[in-house]
């Protein structure tokens, strides 16, 4: 049974940092691609960042680019996001997602999320 | 703000069927394949329809999809219950930065 484990979420001041955590279990982690996918309270949906299975091809949205950093380690079948600057509007549930394929190319199966809150 | 446009509600009776409208443009859904999601209340979303209209294993056919240009539309026959939910369309969009978009967003309700 595929299982995304989200964690390192929490309540962080503005300008501060915090990194998150998937941990992946159930598929063979390196042969997919994977995705943070974030969700404001009450909001729709925002694509945040994908990673192909190699590290080799890496994409952000405009809002975060510069500032968040995906990263995976196979051997340790985990995807982290490193969030730098944060800003009030980073707040949101952060979901990991696995790929359908080894390249970026659709978000499929979504962990449960784990909350980022930033406020002073 | 999502550059893919979704009413933001729709409804129907059980049974009944439904369809979602998804609105883009050339740099993505007139480029690109759409997908489509499911998020029931207080849960994660779930991918429904990718490439247009195929279905992962496990999705009735009671979903379908389809894209023409520069929109999409996704429907739902035989209205359940368990439907009741908030739908999604997605899509790479190919301007300046490469990224995945998702659309505003429609709440289905089964009156």
């Known amino acids: 049974e595929v299982q995304l484990v989200e964690s390192g979420g929490g309540l962080v001041q503005p300008g501060r940092s915090l990194r998150l955590s998937c941990a992946a279990s159930?598929?063979?982690?390196?042969?997919?691609?994977m995705h943070w996918v974030r969700q404001a309270p009450g909001k729709g949906l925002e694509w945040v960042s994908g990673?192909?299975?190699?590290?080799?091809?890496?994409g952000y949205a405009d809002s975060v680019k510069g500032r968040f950093t995906i990263s995976r380690d196979n051997a340790k079948n985990s995807l982290y996001l490193q969030m730098n600057s944060l800003r009030a509007e980073d707040t949101a549930l952060y979901y990991c997602?696995?790929?359908?394929?080894?390249?970026?190319?659709?978000?499929?199966?979504w962990g449960q999320g784990t909350l980022v809150t930033v406020s002073s | 703000q999502s550059v893919l446009t979704q009413p933001p509600s729709a409804s129907g009776t059980p049974g009944q069927r439904v369809t979602i409208s998804c609105s883009g443009s050339?740099?993505?859904?007139?480029?690109?394949?759409v997908n489509w999601y499911q998020q029931l209340p207080g849960t994660a979303p779930k991918l429904l329809i990718y490439?247009?209209?195929q279905r992962p294993s496990g999705v009735p056919d009671r979903f379908s999809g389809s894209k023409s240009g520069t929109s999409a539309s996704l429907a739902i026959s035989g209205l359940q219950s368990e439907d009741e939910a908030d739908y999604y369309c997605?899509?790479?969009?190919?301007?300046?930065?490469?990224?995945?978009?998702f659309g505003t967003g429609t709440k289905v309700t089964v009156l």
């Open positions: 050339s740099s993505n859904i007139g480029s690109n394949t």
């Open positions: 990673i192909s299975w190699n590290s080799g091809s890496i």
């Open positions: 159930g598929f063979t982690f390196d042969d997919y691609a």
């Open positions: 997602a696995k790929d359908l394929s080894s390249t970026v190319v659709t978000p499929y199966y």
């Open positions: 997605a899509a790479w969009d190919d301007s300046l930065n490469v990224r995945y978009v």
């Open positions: 490439s247009n209209n």
